[in-house]
Antibody, heavy 124, light 111 residues
Framework: QITLKESGPTLVKPTQTLTLTCTFSGFSLSTSGVGVGWIRQSPGKALEWLAIIFWNDDKRYRPSLKSKLTITKDTSKNQVVLTMTNMDPVDTGTYYCAHRRGGATTTGGVFDLWGRGTLVTVSS | QSVLTQPPSVSGAPGQRVTISCTGSSSNFGTGYDVQWYQQLPGTAPKFLIS???NRPSGVPDRFSVSKSGTSASLAITGLQVEDEADYYC???????????FGGGTRLSVL
């Protein structure tokens, strides 16, 4: 059974750096084709893909946020970490990590299992 | 503005059939990347519902189906039930953005 759980601060101040951790079980990020992505949802808004990391350490970022984001993995701990610098109130929202299932490529695929999400508020 | 375009809302009565459209472009659906649909019940995380080849995870009823044509896709729900009331999102991969894209979401109301 695959599970994912997001953790991190619920409140950050503007200009601070946010660090979120996705701890997962039931799969290995060493297995070909596997990826873990981060998706966020501002209050009342649509889903927005942020970043993804793959079994081969390939990383992709949302172009408009690429300078703010860093995604890393610790395969031994079954964790994926997302850092987002220079936080702004517009970054307030619920952040989800999700398991990506696809072929042995680093494009396409489906986010077939999601964590419950963690709400991050950016406010002074 | 989302790369994939969905209607903001649709509604239907219990037992009826509704469809939710998702319009893409040559850089996503047009390149052959598949469409996925997600259901987000109120106050919960999104859940993978169905993919463009009508592949459904275990537990998703066959009342949900997908059709595709060119750069558009549609999610159909037959035999509408009150528990289907949720937000629905389409998703694909976009080669121009080199990333994963979602539609703006459609709120389904079951009257």
């Amino acid at each position: 059974q695959i599970t994912l759980k997001e953790s991190g601060p619920t409140l950050v101040k503007p200009t601070q750096t946010l660090t979120l951790t996705c701890t997962f079980s039931g799969f290995s990020l060493s297995t070909s084709g596997v990826g873990v992505g981060w998706i966020r949802q501002s209050p009342g808004k649509a889903l927005e893909w942020l970043a993804i990391i793959f079994w081969n350490d390939d990383k992709r970022y949302r172009p408009s946020l690429k300078s703010k984001l860093t995604i890393t993995k610790d395969t031994s701990k079954n964790q994926v970490v997302l850092t987002m610098t220079n936080m702004d109130p517009v970054d307030t929202g619920t952040y989800y990590c999700a398991h990506r299932r696809g072929g042995a490529t680093t494009t396409g695929g489906v986010f077939d299992l999601w964590g419950r999400g963690t709400l991050v508020t950016v406010s002074s | 503005q989302s790369v994939l375009t969905q209607p903001p809302s649709v509604s239907g009565a219990p037992g009826q059939r509704v469809t939710i459209s998702c319009t893409g472009s040559s850089s996503n659906f047009g390149t052959g990347y598949d469409v996925q649909w997600y259901q987000q019940l109120p106050g919960t995380a999104p859940k993978f519902l169905i993919s463009g080849n009508n592949n459904r995870p275990s537990g998703v009823p066959d009342r949900f189906s997908v059709s595709k044509s060119g750069t558009s896709a549609s999610l159909a729900i037959t035999g509408l039930q009150v528990e289907d009331e949720a937000d629905y999102y389409c998703q694909s991969y976009d080669t121009s953005l080199s990333g994963w894209v979602f539609g703006g979401g459609t709120r389904l109301s079951v009257l």
